[in-house]
């Protein structure tokens, strides 16, 4: 049988405080994506969505956060079972991320050019001019007003709109095979969202991947092949068929989720 390209199997993920308390943030959760997919995860806030996108790549602190039952096989290898350097090799060039909040991938104390520049050196050999050139050609396609004066910035000097455009060119750069999208677009006005919605289209090809986060339903209609609802740490539905899924969800809570959106949209 051939194996997709992400398979989360039976993932629980928990949270452990420093008196001790335990938080199960995410249960039983089994989702796989496979080249050419689009999976959009929705769901209320504190739902686990982030929980479960970021441990795709391992990239919750831990502690607090530990796995305490299941798997993630990213092309087969189990991801929570890696030691740290493996983990390196795939994050940036075969699985990109773009966090929630765009300073989760920003250092304060860096020039933008100068992070993408060390972002790109992870991986490729390149001459350092041609690899800021290329950088900067990447905030451009992401949006970015004017990517030389971006690129001599630190973070703290850019918008949040600006923060997140640098952070999606970061994970976008070195063409991952998956790319996990956490609320990417939130802060971006339609035009730079449609353009960016249109590069994740390109880089998921037929040979990517996308799992995205979103609690905007247009985003879902337009972006996903298929899709997973999660509610209080579990995938309640999921839809192989997205059309179907607003024509007919089954779940009373995703009923309630299409309902609000289409009131949402006719006001
Ligand atoms: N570091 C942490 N320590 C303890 N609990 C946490 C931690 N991070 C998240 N949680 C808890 O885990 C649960 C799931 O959180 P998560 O951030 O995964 O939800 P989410 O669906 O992404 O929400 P949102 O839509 O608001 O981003 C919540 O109850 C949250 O309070
Ligand atoms: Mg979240």
Redesign the pocket.
Known sequence: MSRALLEIEDLT?A???EDGRV????EGVTLSLDRGESLCVV????????????SVARL??SP??FWPKGRILFDGEDVLAMDVARLRELRGRRIGVIF?DPMGSLSPLHRIADQLVETVFLHERMAKASAREFAVEWLGKVGVDDPARVARAYPHELSGGQQQRVMIAMAMMLGPDLLVA??PTTALDVTVQKQILALMRGLVGEKGALLM?T?DLGVVSEMATKLAV?KD?RVIETAADVREFFRRPQHPHSQALVAEARKMELE
């Open positions: 993920v949270y452990r405080s938080t199960t943030a995410a769901g209320e806030s504190g739902s686990g969505k982030s929980s479960v996108a970021m919750l602190p607090p956060a929630q956490d609320e986060i609690h999660m740490g």
